[in-house]
């Protein structure tokens, strides 16, 4: 399948060429350091050196890896609705995005620890331009998604994509992670674009397209971190489209929030995976006959499955009633939780701005505000 080459990750024949040629990169290093501190850089270098697959190179390393990741920089990671998965099953999971690198790692550990198809999931190619990274992004099976290209060429690329997710999930019997819109939510309000659904659709060969989205077996997942350790550093793209001013991110700026993702604060974790939206497709079909209706009507389907079953934290809470000066949601936190999160918002941002407070807060009282709406309609 030489068609892919551009965009698939390593072939299991490949895999041990390429941890090889990442095997002194003081990178690595730093991260086999990390995962195991107690263990002698040349044991790990002899461990990797016999690494032959995707499976043993994620089982063996990266899962520890995120171990540590969950030990040293959060409260732990809770999770429900996996028990609902088929074992030997492949999925389609469409996420929201927080982080860049956990959002999809932590999924495939719940996924690995509840003995289920573990995914390949899309990453766009810009965060991957040091070719260790794409090295080590191709071992842990991401595909790549290529950004900012000319309107001709993203319809090549997305058609490319279309067919190796569809590749993956109906002839490879692989899981797939993708998000419910290009880069990660940078405001708490969690939406799918119907892009997204459209690219999906485009690998299709059914006369209708949503046999085929119920072909894929679709998943809805939502992800939630009492404390989003990139908060502060999605403040200044927040701050320029609330100018309406074009946002150009700095020259490291998304490595940095790739590190920051992963060694900052987050306390709690919460993944819930919702159920395949079969019933869902169903309805929407003998409701809608236009296609575009159709996909928007399954676009708000899993925006309605993944704003529900999102974890809200205290953190969420305090900032819905700091932001409107209320005390509407005090049950639900203490004096103690509160004084912290007032803490971390001194300390992260600019107070003297009130645009910047109003941001900053909105970003973790959103989730409130769209979750409220499923519990008055009930």
Not at 55 to 61: A, I, T, V
Request: with cysteine; proline share 3%; hydrophobic share 35%.
């Amino acid at each position: 399948m030489q068609k892919f080459d551009s965009i698939r990750p390593y072939y299991d024949t490949e895999v041990n060429e390429g941890i090889r040629s990442c095997l002194h990169h003081p990178m690595m290093k730093a991260i086999m350091n990390f995962t195991f501190p107690d263990m002698a850089d040349d044991e790990w270098k002899s461990q990797l050196s016999r690494t032959h697959s995707i499976r043993d190179f994620q089982c063996n390393f990266l899962y520890h890896s995120i171990q540590q990741v969950l030990k040293k920089s959060s409260d732990g990671l809770t999770t429900s609705g996996f028990e609902k998965l088929e074992k030997n099953t492949s999925y389609l999971f469409i996420s929201n995005h927080r982080d860049i690198i956990l959002d999809t790692s932590l999924l495939n550990v719940s996924l690995f620890e509840h003995g289920l198809v573990m995914t390949a999931s899309a990453i766009g190619d810009n965060l991957v331009k040091k070719d260790f990274l794409l090295k080590l992004s191709k071992l842990n099976r991401n595909f790549l998604v290529q950004r900012g290209l000319p309107p001709k060429e993203l319809l090549l690329s997305s058609k490319l994509m279309s067919e190796y997710i569809g590749q993956l999930l109906l002839r490879e019997n692989r899981s797939v992670w993708i998000a419910q819109r290009e880069g990660r939510t940078k405001d708490g309000n969690d939406a799918t674009h119907t892009g997204v659904l459209k690219m999906l659709g485009m690998g299709s060969d059914e006369k209708h397209l949503m046999d085929y989205f119920k072909k894929i077996k679709i998943v809805p997942v939502s992800i939630s971190y009492e404390y989003d350790p990139t908060d502060a550093l999605k403040m200044p793209q927040l701050m320029a489209e609330a100018k309406a001013e074009i946002y150009v991110k700095e020259k490291n700026e998304d490595f940095i929030t790739l590190l920051s993702g992963i060694i900052g604060q987050k306390k709690r974790i919460h993944i819930h995976v919702g159920d395949v939206l079969n019933k869902e497709i169903d309805t929407l079909a003998v409701e809608n006959d236009n296609a575009n209706k159709q996909i928007q009507a399954l676009a708000q389907a899993i925006d309605d499955s993944i704003l529900q079953s999102y974890k809200l934290w205290p953190t969420n809470y305090i900032a819905y009633d700091l932001l409107h000066k209320t005390n509407t949601y005090s049950a639900h936190y203490t004096s103690d939780e509160k004084s912290l999160f007032e803490r971390r918002l001194e300390m992260k941002i600019d107070m003297t701005n009130p645009l910047m407070v109003e941001g900053f807060l909105a970003m973790y009282a959103n989730p409130v505000v769209n979750k409220s709406k499923y519990e008055n309609q009930r």
